[in-house]
């Protein structure tokens, strides 16, 4: 298989414990992505669709008798208009299926856009339940479990792309890439499903984080290449295998340093960082960079690897001098 090789893998959008709820919003990104629908007309479908479904629960709970009022079921099930849900759920799909497309894409191309389209939206505000945990919500607790208390006076503005931090929902991604470049996974295969899902988590990615419409560092491949990461292998005893996953790595994080856009990003939150950072960016900083560097130096000069890949690192750490 040649490097320009793309080929397009399933991506798990429908499970087989789908409810009406999951397959309406699900529908809509299925149309996007198999370009059925633009990007514009599938953000303003799911705004609709959000904002109708959040409204319509908070209306029926209000009309009763007393008004939000819950039997013990509902209140366990946590019924309720619920947008931060349905917004999360929404992110964790996006994280599940943008491995499957390759960078370039129209498909990789739409779910960016998306979010973009998202962000352009007007904001507003939509009900959504919020919960209120006590102390044998608390798993190391030996009190009876109780159901959170809900409170239903609670808004959410959609949409929060761009305007927010979103670190929780980027952890989605994170869960994503653990499951793709765990430790002697696939990754080290060249031409692996593993190892082309990983390059194409990190061209969408490192694209969603430089346009500032969610900051994935948390899953940035870069960390990997590092001889500190768990994921890094001992080429003393891995003489084979450990150069070949370097190499799946550094296809991978490449995405991060190739194109100026995103290659100044990072630069600026390592040089903006003066510690290690916090959250997703606990990797940006100026060590990290120069740490980097003298990784594709390595590679570089090294004779494990091949030379189309020694070449790669090369470009990698000049275009890297070139920030300083």
């Known amino acids: 298989m040649s490097y320009n090789d793309v080929p397009v893998f399933e991506p798990h959008l429908f499970e087989e414990d789908d409810d009406e709820e999951d397959l309406a919003w699900k529908n809509i990104i299925n149309k996007l992505v198999t370009q059925q629908i633009t990007p514009v007309q599938a953000a303003k479908a799911l ?37 931060s849900g349905l917004f999360t759920n929404l992110v964790g799909v996006v994280a599940k299926i943008c491995s499957a497309y390759p960078p370039g894409h129209a498909a990789q191309e739409s779910l960016i856009e998306l979010f973009q389209a998202l962000k352009a939206l ?65 990754v080290e295969v060249f031409g692996s499903e593993k190892q082309l899902r990983w390059r194409n988590m990190q061209s969408f990615i490192s694209r969603l984080t430089a346009l500032e419409l969610m900051d994935c560092s948390c899953a940035c ?5 590092l001889p500190n990461h ?42 903006n960082n003066v510690s290690s950072g916090v959250g997703c960016r606990t990797y940006w900083n100026m060590n990290t ?20 890949i020694r070449d790669l690192a090369q470009s990698l750490r000049e275009k890297m001098e070139s920030e300083e």
């Not at 084979?240 to 290659?263: N, V």
């Not at 960079?289 to 189309?308: G, P």
């Open 230 to 271: 768990v994921s890094y292998p001992n080429l003393e005893v891995h003489k084979m295998g450990g150069p070949r996953r370097i190499t799946g790595d550094l296809i991978a994080a490449a995405y991060w340093l190739e194109t100026d856009k995103i290659r100044k990003f990072v630069f600026r939150q390592c040089k």
């Open 47 to 83: 705004d609709e669709w959000v904002t109708r479904d959040s409204t319509t629960r908070y209306e029926q709970l209000q009309q009763r008798h007393p008004p939000f009022s819950l039997s013990p079921g509902e209140r366990a099930f946590r019924v309720g208009p619920h947008a």
């Open 289 to 308: 960079w120069n740490q980097l560097k003298s990784q594709m130096s390595f590679i570089s000069s090294s004779e494990r690897f091949e030379h189309q």
């Open 122 to 186: 007007p904001p507003h505000d939509v009900p959504t339940t919020t919960y209120k945990h006590t102390t044998a919500d608390e798993s190391d607790s030996d009190e009876e479990y109780e159901a959170p208390e809900l409170t239903f006076d609670g808004k959410m503005i959609l949409w929060p792309i761009g305007r927010e931090p979103l670190e929780q929902h980027a952890w989605d991604f994170s869960r994503e890439s653990e499951e793709i470049a765990y430790p002697f996974s696939d």
């Open 221 to 225: 491949a870069l960390p990997y290449l």
